[in-house]
């Protein structure tokens, strides 16, 4: 390799690069928040995995929209936010907006002002922005710091301009409406509530809207409550809903709606503390205290800034770009977002049983997406947060009566299958069992044994409105003909493979736990994907009640999720041999690999194929893995903001990224085996969750010698391309040597 020392960084110590930055100083929030790659993602600030993201908002919410585009030129609020993902909603929000002239101006297509990429700033614990009045043509500079619940704005306004603030508590534009965004119900039940309390020089509201609304159960009680407070008197103040103003009124409910106060016009700098709650307006006051106490904005910022550097600083790089630095400690940033925070000190509300509950609770779980790389990523960096999630989940399902498929803050049926159980075996089978383990398979068995209502009266489709809880839809059909019967329900090929892998992971901890019973059972059904499999068309496809199948060409959809027949080709996670062996041994099934990543057909901006690129080494050609890993980690992750090639899903694009780079991936949770690629940096240390470091070095390393020659594990030579979850906690060595030539193990 001819290194060219003057474009390459080396990093030394932990937290501590040789350049003077500190690790998050790396992270680069506007990768992946481009319109191109639709990669999902935000500036969001605040701790890791904080309860409220506190984001500028380029756009109005709802599902389909993120709150902040980079090509947009216009900012329209600061945002607490709850939205985790392009495709869920965001619930319980608020909205803060500065402003000056004569004219109130309220609405968001009235209030945005331009802004432009040059006088933006963003880090995990500060944003800043310059805003153009085009009306009044002055500048407004806009400052923002954040902590798990709680944030501080400063506002600069020109001299001799009366400073004014837009509060847009809740936001029901039926305007938005579209395929997956409804409004009639949520406009009929919902509506937000503001109060301006001048003595205190505060404002109180709640907003009780979930943009997921149609996808839930009716929640009476639930609220997103808020408590504004500002550092200057109230001179003038009023409410509004939609186009109608209420000057000097000073509480009001509404369907959209909000508050107006200005401020002594000598004022040239308002600062505003803004606290969020689930559980009450004196909860978010206490929050509040306990977070902010102070106005000192640099304090909360350093204290937030700290807070990621703790975790970003366990990875230590040695060798790597400026971009590769930033790639990657951006990655790190994105996967610990979500699950978010949803307990406050001891208390949560819970969005399953509408009710105040003691304990500790997250929500926001991607799980079809991050049960893959982002839940065993954490397995190795956060054990004991991962006892938390599973406990989180079991209350879910002791206060709702099932585990959740995507909590959004409640039940919601996206996506497909039960994959609770994969993070649940997954953990309890490398030994993290930290919760009750007994309520835990309670609670994976039912997913496996029991249909949900109505389950052959109904097809569940993809966003259906909810009628009741969807689990595994089609489980009647799947334990009788061995097959979602695709006449029946819905995306039926997806649903098989992934309910026999679930079953093959609940059958894991079955037999841990002596259930001998449940584990042939289960293992038996683990073995269903066999009966969707074509042999004479080489692919796995719909059939109907009757066996009859159902052809389909490379593009149809029909039957299957986000995906072709060819995405779901190699989706057999819990019996890789067997599938190889089903579709004619390793030469035809690495034949068929070939042809998938050949002829374009591989996705890598969407999940279930994100383990296909390791399956060469289940056929003896590892090389192929590691051209593709290169490929790969290069084409779809870039340090610009069209950075992310696909939705990042709460972390799993960017766990897939930080696995890959490392070495080795998880192609099957659950069974404590990693599968080899090679290692793209030099030299990379980890401090893992139970305090041991390891190490990955890169030996030869340079665009050319790209093959693995060898691995040794703490000096000892691999004899196949795979590792253990328990050896590699012990902490060690492990080091790849590289060459020019493609080489078998």
Same mark, same amino acid.
């Given at each position: 390799?001819?290194?060219? +020392?003057?474009?390459?960084?080396?990093?030394?110590?932990?937290?501590?690069?040789?350049?003077?930055?500190?690790?998050?100083?790396?992270?680069?929030?506007?990768?992946?928040?481009?319109?191109?790659? #639709?990669?999902?993602?935000?500036?969001?600030?605040?701790?890791?995995?904080?309860?409220?993201?506190? @984001?500028?908002?380029?756009?109005?919410?709802?599902?389909?929209?993120?709150?902040?585009?980079?090509?947009?030129?216009?900012? #329209?609020?600061?945002?607490?936010?709850?939205?985790?993902?392009?495709?869920?909603?965001?619930?319980?929000?608020?909205?803060?907006?500065?402003?000056?002239?004569?004219?109130?101006?309220?609405?968001?297509?009235?209030?945005?002002?331009?802004?432009?990429?040059?006088?933006?700033?963003?880090?995990?614990?500060?944003?800043?922005?310059?805003?153009?009045?085009?009306?009044?043509?002055?500048?407004?500079?806009?400052?923002?710091?954040?902590?798990?619940?709680?944030?501080?704005?400063?506002?600069?306004?020109?001299?001799?301009?009366?400073?004014?603030?837009?509060?847009?508590?809740?936001?029901?534009?039926?305007?938005?409406?579209?395929?997956?965004?409804?409004?009639?119900?949520?406009?009929?039940?919902?509506?937000?509530?503001?109060?301006?309390?001048?003595?205190?020089?505060? +404002?109180?509201?709640?907003?009780?809207?979930?943009?997921?609304?149609?996808?839930?159960?009716?929640?009476?009680?639930?609220?997103?409550?808020?408590?504004?407070?500002?550092?200057?008197?109230?001179?003038?103040?009023?409410?509004? *809903?939609?186009?109608?103003?209420?000057?000097?009124?000073?509480?009001?409910?509404?369907?959209?709606?909000?508050?107006?106060?200005?401020?002594?016009?000598?004022? =040239?700098?308002?600062?505003?503390?803004?606290?969020?709650?689930?559980?009450? +307006?004196?909860?978010?006051?206490?929050?509040?205290?306990?977070?902010?106490?102070?106005?000192?904005?640099?304090?909360?910022?350093? =204290?937030?800034?700290?807070?990621?550097?703790?975790?970003?600083?366990?990875?230590?790089?040695?060798?790597?770009?400026?971009?590769?630095?930033?790639?990657?400690?951006?990655?790190?940033?994105?996967?610990?977002?979500?699950?978010?925070?949803?307990?406050?000190?001891?208390?949560?509300?819970?969005?399953?049983?509408?009710?105040?509950?003691?304990?500790?609770?997250?929500?926001?779980?991607?799980?079809?997406?991050?049960?893959?790389?982002?839940?065993?990523?954490?397995?190795?960096?956060?054990?004991?947060?991962?006892? /938390?999630?599973?406990?989180?989940?079991?209350?879910?399902?002791?206060?709702?009566?099932?585990?959740?498929?995507?909590?959004?803050?409640?039940?919601?049926?996206?996506?497909?299958?039960?994959?609770?159980?994969?993070?649940? @075996?997954?953990?309890?089978?490398?030994?993290?069992?930290?919760?009750?383990?007994?309520?835990?398979?309670?609670?994976?068995?039912?997913?496996?044994?029991?249909?949900?209502?109505?389950?052959?009266?109904?097809?569940?489709?993809?966003?259906?409105?909810?009628?009741?809880? #969807?689990?595994?839809?089609?489980?009647?059909?799947?334990?009788?003909?061995?097959?979602?019967? /695709?006449?029946?329900?819905?995306?039926?090929?997806?649903?098989?493979?992934?309910?026999?892998? /679930?079953?093959?992971?609940?059958?894991?901890?079955?037999?841990?736990?002596?259930?001998?019973?449940?584990?042939?059972?289960?293992?038996?059904? =683990?073995?269903?994907?066999? *009966?969707?499999?074509?042999?004479?068309?080489?692919?796995?496809?719909?059939?109907?009640?009757?066996?009859?199948?159902?052809?389909?060409?490379? *593009?149809?959809?029909?039957?299957?999720?986000?995906?072709?027949?060819?995405?779901?080709?190699?989706? @057999?996670?819990?019996?890789?041999?067997?599938?190889?062996?089903?579709?004619?041994?390793?030469?035809?099934?690495?034949?068929?690999?070939?042809?998938?990543?050949?002829?374009?057909?591989?996705?890598?901006?969407?999940?279930?194929?994100?383990?296909?690129?390791?399956?060469?080494?289940?056929?003896?050609?590892?090389?192929?893995?590691?051209?593709?890993?290169?490929?790969?980690?290069?084409?779809?992750?870039?340090?610009?903001?069209?950075?992310?090639?696909?939705?990042?899903?709460?972390?799993?694009?960017?766990?897939?990224?930080?696995?890959?780079?490392?070495?080795?991936?998880?192609?099957?949770?659950?069974?404590?085996?990693?599968?080899?690629?090679?290692?793209?940096?030099?030299?990379?240390?980890?401090?893992?969750? *139970?305090?041991?470091?390891?190490?990955?070095?890169?030996?030869?390393?340079?665009?050319?010698?790209?093959?693995?020659?060898?691995?040794?594990?703490?000096?000892?030579?691999?004899? #196949?391309?795979?590792?253990?979850?328990?050896?590699?906690?012990?902490?060690?060595?492990?080091?790849?040597?590289?060459?020019?030539?493609?080489?078998?193990?």
């Amino acid at each position: 390799m001819k290194n060219v +020392i003057c474009f390459v960084l080396f990093l030394y110590l932990w937290g501590c690069p040789a350049n003077g930055k500190n690790v998050v100083d790396y992270v680069n929030p506007f990768i992946g928040t481009a319109i191109k790659g #639709e990669g999902g993602t935000v500036p969001y600030i605040g701790t890791p995995f904080g309860m409220t993201n506190f @984001v500028p908002q380029t756009r109005e919410g709802k599902m389909g929209n993120m709150p902040y585009v980079y090509d947009d030129e216009y900012l #329209e609020g600061f945002l607490a936010s709850h939205k985790p993902t392009i495709w869920m909603g965001d619930y319980g929000y608020v909205s803060i907006m500065p402003q000056i002239g004569r004219r109130v101006r309220v609405l968001p297509e009235e209030r945005r002002m331009l802004f432009s990429h040059e006088g933006e700033s963003a880090s995990p614990h500060y944003y800043s922005v310059d805003l153009w009045d085009e009306e009044n043509g002055q500048k407004i500079r806009a400052e923002m710091t954040a902590s798990s619940r709680c944030a501080l704005l400063r506002f600069h306004y020109p001299k001799k301009q009366t400073p004014r603030l837009i509060i847009h508590g809740i936001n029901l534009n039926p305007a938005l409406e579209d395929w997956c965004n409804h409004f009639e119900q949520r406009l009929k039940t919902m509506k937000g509530w503001v109060k301006i309390d001048v003595a205190n020089n505060e +404002i109180v509201g709640y907003n009780p809207d979930r943009q997921s609304f149609q996808l839930g159960p009716e929640l009476p009680n639930f609220k997103g409550y808020f408590v504004i407070r500002f550092d200057k008197p109230i001179k003038e103040f009023g409410c509004w *809903n939609d186009t109608l103003l209420y000057p000097g009124v000073a509480e009001l409910q509404g369907t959209r709606m909000g508050a107006y106060v200005d401020f002594d016009g000598k004022e =040239s700098q308002i600062n505003v503390q803004l606290a969020t709650s689930f559980i009450s +307006i004196e909860q978010a006051r206490s929050n509040l205290e306990r977070e902010v106490p102070q106005w000192n904005f640099e304090k909360l910022s350093e =204290s937030t800034k700290q807070a990621w550097e703790d975790k970003l600083s366990r990875f230590r790089l040695k060798g790597v770009t400026e971009d590769e630095a930033c790639i990657f400690y951006t990655a790190l940033y994105h996967s610990y977002l979500f699950p978010r925070e949803f307990s406050e000190y001891g208390k949560y509300y819970s969005a399953f049983d509408d009710r105040i509950h003691e304990g500790i609770s997250y929500t926001d779980f991607s799980l079809w997406d991050t049960f893959r790389a982002f839940h065993p990523l954490m397995t190795f960096l956060e054990p004991q947060l991962t006892n /938390d999630w599973i406990t989180s989940l079991l209350q879910m399902y002791e206060e709702g009566g099932w585990l959740p498929m995507w909590p959004n803050p409640s039940y919601t049926n996206i996506m497909i299958a039960t994959h609770a159980d994969a993070v649940i @075996v997954d953990a309890f089978m490398k030994g993290i069992r930290g919760y009750d383990v007994n309520l835990a398979y309670e609670a994976i068995r039912k997913d496996a044994m029991t249909p949900p209502d109505c389950d052959t009266k109904r097809r569940y489709g993809d966003r259906d409105y909810w009628t009741s809880y #969807e689990g595994r839809a089609g489980a009647s059909f799947y334990h009788s003909l061995g097959y979602v019967a /695709d006449d029946f329900t819905a995306e039926s090929v997806s649903r098989t493979l992934e309910y026999a892998y /679930d079953d093959w992971c609940v059958a894991q901890m079955a037999k841990e736990m002596g259930k001998e019973d449940d584990y042939k059972r289960l293992m038996s059904f =683990s073995q269903n994907y066999r *009966n969707l499999y074509n042999s004479e068309e080489g692919f796995f496809l719909p059939r109907n009640y009757d066996g009859s199948w159902v052809l389909l060409d490379d *593009n149809s959809r029909h039957g299957l999720t986000e995906g072709s027949k060819w995405t779901y080709l190699f989706c @057999v996670l819990q019996d890789i041999p067997g599938m190889i062996d089903l579709m004619g041994g390793k030469d035809k099934f690495s034949n068929m690999l070939d042809r998938n990543f050949d002829e374009g057909h591989y996705r890598h901006d969407n999940e279930p194929g994100h383990h296909y690129i390791y399956l060469y080494d289940y056929c003896d050609e590892p090389w192929k893995t590691q051209e593709l890993v290169r490929k790969h980690v290069r084409l779809n992750y870039r340090n610009t903001p069209d950075g992310v090639n696909g939705n990042d899903d709460c972390g799993q694009m960017s766990a897939w990224y930080l696995f890959s780079v490392m070495g080795f991936y998880p192609v099957t949770p659950g069974s404590n085996k990693f599968a080899i690629g090679a290692a793209q940096y030099p030299e990379l240390e980890v401090r893992l969750g *139970n305090g041991e470091i390891l190490s990955i070095k890169a030996e030869n390393l340079s665009e050319e010698n790209k093959y693995v020659q060898a691995v040794y594990w703490n000096g000892q030579k691999l004899a #196949e391309p795979f590792l253990d979850y328990f050896d590699l906690m012990k902490g060690g060595g492990l080091r790849f040597v590289m060459g020019n030539q493609p080489c078998e193990f």
